[in-house]
Nanobody
Framework: QVQLVESGGDLVQPGGSLRLSCVTSGFTFSSRPINWYRQAPGKERELVAEISSTGGSTNYLESVKGRFTISRDNAKMTVYLQMNSLKPEDTAVYYC?????????????WGQGTQVTVSS
């Protein structure tokens, strides 16, 4: 079955860095775009970054541009989110996501999330 497993979240001071990983299985990874979302307490989940199936195209939430970098390793079926210059407002649970066409419809698949806390 489709699985996405995030890791790498931690408590970090403002200005620090983290790299999140999303290890996947159960689908043709190299054919699917992958997204990173985040959800802070009391807020809606928001799209942080997305990467095309080949890795040749990426898009970012405006507030993270220049600080976050999404990348993928198709051989390892893994997507990464490098986060630099972290701010307290980056505190959230981070999820990876993909959409797969099965049973005649598009389905969203999510990982369990990894907690990122930015605080001094």
């Amino acid at each position: 079955q489709v699985q996405l497993v995030e890791s790498g979240g931690d408590l970090v001071q403002p200005g620090g860095s983290l790299r999140l990983s999303c290890v996947t299985s159960g689908f043709t990874f190299s054919s699917r775009p992958i997204n990173w979302y985040r959800q802070a307490p009391g807020k809606e989940r928001e799209l942080v970054a997305e990467i095309s199936s080949t890795g040749g195209s990426t898009n970012y939430l405006e507030s993270v541009k220049g600080r976050f970098t999404i990348s993928r390793d198709n051989a390892k079926m893994t997507v990464y989110l490098q986060m630099n210059s972290l701010k307290p407002e980056d505190t959230a649970v981070y999820y990876c996501n993909t959409k797969i066409f099965r049973s005649l419809r598009w389905n969203d698949y999510w990982g369990q999330g990894t907690q990122v806390t930015v605080s001094s």
